[in-house]
């Protein structure tokens, strides 16, 4: 039997590891405590899908030619299913955590004896897993009856790690639009400012191959990018150099970004601590 001192210390980073892996487990065990919602909400995919299909069809016949920047039209439905995936799939971070400062709860989840950030990631990241194996099966079983099969089938495997680290970035981003929270309680205009950079920026409508060079080169350069059409992209045209660009530029905007993040939360408490007195 095992000497308690070989047992993880509850400040000790084995300790801190099984903590914040036992309430991502629940919060994805949760996620399941209501099937009927999760499939409904993914359901949502299908008529997307179903649209961007009809559009994308008369667009490629419109230009008589069987690609437009090197996609396809399978690329491009296939392409659009995943970064539709992508976006559905993310929680409303950010809406949590302002209702939590308007209802006064936030007190109550500051006292607890774990760090905030990571129990928001943690809680985000168990959220967002049945509900984006949801969404890529309905989106897929559509594109497919659609268009055909994948172009590249193996394409999921080497999108994974960069659909992990997109969800890491728009973690760091909506924290940073909830912490905002901490000072205005009305989110609501950082919010729209964002979710039309990412709409437009990002390529969850129109990939960034189809705009124009200055345009993308603008685009590529932001985080939105490295959100949506990066993990995209690699999907339906994978290969090694484009796999290691992706995961370097999310990388570093992970970094950048998440440090923001956390002097945005030290800087917050601060303000919510003067404010309630």
Request: glycine share 8%; proline share 7%.
């Amino acid at each position: 039997m095992p000497s308690l001192s070989s047992q993880p210390r509850p400040g000790s980073w084995p300790g801190s590891v099984r903590k914040y892996w036992s309430i991502f487990t629940i919060q994805l065990v949760n996620s399941l405590a209501y099937p009927g919602e999760l499939v409904g909400r993914s359901l949502m995919i299908i008529p997307f899908m179903w649209i961007f299909a009809q559009l994308w069809r008369v667009t490629f016949a419109a230009s008589g030619s069987t690609a437009i920047n090197g996609l396809t039209l399978a690329d491009t439905l296939w392409y659009l299913m995943l970064a539709e995936t992508i976006e559905l799939s993310r929680p409303r971070l950010s809406n949590a955590i302002a209702e939590s400062v308007k209802d006064g709860s936030i007190a109550y989840v500051l006292n607890k004896p774990y760090n905030f950030l990571l129990y928001q990631f943690s809680t985000s990241m168990g959220e967002t897993v049945f509900r984006a194996l949801m969404n890529a099966i309905l989106g897929s079983l559509l594109v497919w009856a659609l268009i055909g099969p994948p172009p590249q089938p193996l394409g999921f495997l080497v999108a994974i790690p960069a659909i992990l680290g997109a969800w890491v970035l728009d973690f760091c981003i909506s924290a940073i639009i909830g912490l905002a929270a901490f000072a205005t309680e009305d989110i609501n205009a950082f919010q729209w400012i964002v979710q039309k950079l990412a709409f437009i920026l990002g390529g969850l409508l129109i990939p960034l191959d189809f705009y124009p060079t200055w345009l993308q080169t603008i685009a590529r350069s932001l985080p939105f990018s490295a959100m949506v059409y990066a993990p995209a992209r690699l999907f339906v045209a994978p290969s090694l150099p484009a796999f290691l660009n992706t995961l370097e530029t999310q990388l570093l905007w992970i970094a950048g970004i998440g440090l923001l993040t956390v002097l945005a939360y030290r800087r917050g408490v601060a303000i919510l601590t003067v404010n309630g007195g």
